[in-house]
């Protein structure tokens, strides 16, 4: 195992409410990913972060903020909470951010 | 943009030989990775082609043409636990994260 977790597993929240999901490494490699997954559009990145506190926009970022204050740790928040972000959120971590990641074993959030 | 096709279902006998194939378009290149997914599961690394040709690894093997914009995943002799999705990806055009096909169904039947 590549030592990520993600916490929390299962979340069910309301429209509207803040969601803060955790990605944890204890690999130090340097790139961290968000990546949801839904039926029909296999992964799709959110964002992504290359350092600490450097981060980038993947192709589904709108409704989505990151935050890396330290290595080992990536957080993904929903400020806002829609049913449309009802979806299983995947971490996953690189050592030169390119073909060999190495995933968590995914958060199931559902937003009502 | 980018983009990676992939067919979306494939089933198949245990024992037999399949051939998921991918085409993609992309601004830059820097590669095919193929990941492998059971149901429940998180994506785990399988395979990646950087030049053309073919990589293998045990059973699955790995093809890319970078003419032709085109790769495929050979997965041979079958085995029921080979019944997973399986993902294309390539690196976005900075080179600096994956974006990834839709997917693969693969049934494998007794």
């Known amino acids: 195992d590549a030592g990520i977790t993600q916490s929390p597993r299962h979340k069910v929240t309301e429209t509207g409410t803040p969601v803060t999901l955790r990605c944890h490494q204890t690999?130090?490699?340097?790139?961290m990913y968000w990546y949801r997954q839904d039926p029909g559009h296999g992964l799709r990145l959110i964002h992504y972060?290359?350092?600490?506190?450097?981060?980038d926009k993947g192709e589904v970022s709108d409704g989505y903020s990151v935050s890396r204050s330290k290595t080992e740790d990536f957080l993904l928040t929903l400020e806002s909470a829609t049913s449309s972000q009802t979806s299983v959120y995947f971490c996953?971590?690189?050592?030169?951010?390119?073909?060999?990641?190495?995933f968590g074993p995914g958060t199931r959030l559902t937003v009502t | 943009g980018q983009s990676l096709e992939q067919p979306s279902e494939v089933t198949a006998v245990e024992g037999a030989i399949v051939q998921i194939n991918c085409t993609y378009q992309?601004?830059?290149?820097?590669?095919l990775s193929w990941y492998q997914q059971h149901d429940g599961g998180a994506p785990t690394f399988l395979s990646y082609?950087?030049?053309?040709g073919l990589e293998e690894t045990g059973r699955f093997s790995s093809f890319l043409s970078r003419s032709d914009s085109y790769g495929y995943l050979l997965l041979q002799e079958l085995q029921m636990k080979d019944s997973a999705s399986y993902f294309c990806?390539?690196?976005?055009?900075?080179?600096?994260?994956?974006?990834f096909g839709k997917g693969t169904t693969l049934s494998v039947s007794s």
């Open positions: 996953a971590i690189s050592d030169e951010g390119s073909h060999e990641q190495y």
């Open positions: 690999e130090n490699h340097r790139y």
């Open positions: 972060s290359y350092g600490v506190k450097d981060t």
């Open positions: 992309t601004s830059g290149f820097y590669g």
């Open positions: 082609n950087a030049l053309d």
């Open positions: 990806a390539s690196a976005n055009q900075a080179g600096t994260a994956l974006i």
